[in-house]
């Protein structure tokens, strides 16, 4: 059982920056697939960020230029930095895995960007 556990959530003001961080119970060298996603208030779930274990990454276009993903094997963490953070930001933020076939999620860490 793969156990994904967020934390870096928080007040930030807009324009701010964040760090997010996603500890997996496993190596992530064994995880083909690791996402951030998020979702606001009355809206779906959507894609902010994933990186495969080849290490190609992918943002959402909301946030390209703003966020970085990044993994850190040693640590078994992958981590999102969000710089230039806007209100329309504010979301629970997922992280998210893949495992041969099996979808891991984590329980989410809130993030508001007050204007």
């Known amino acids: 059982q793969v156990q994904l556990v967020e934390s870096g959530g928080g007040l930030v003001e807009s324009g701010g920056s964040r760090r997010l961080s996603c500890l997996a119970t496993i190596s992530i060298f064994r995880l083909d697939y690791m996402g951030w996603y998020r979702q606001a208030p009355g809206k779906e779930r959507e894609l902010v960020a994933h990186?495969?274990?080849?290490?190609?990454?992918h943002y959402a276009d909301s946030v390209k230029g703003r966020f970085t993903i990044s993994r850190d094997n040693a640590k078994n963490t992958v981590s999102l930095q969000m710089n230039s953070l806007k209100p329309e930001d504010t979301a629970v933020y997922y992280c998210?895995?893949?495992?041969?076939?099996?979808?891991?999620w984590g329980k989410g860490t809130l993030v508001t960007v007050s204007s």
């Open positions: 998210n895995g893949v495992l041969f076939d099996m979808v891991y």
């Open positions: 990186s495969t274990s080849g290490g190609t990454t």
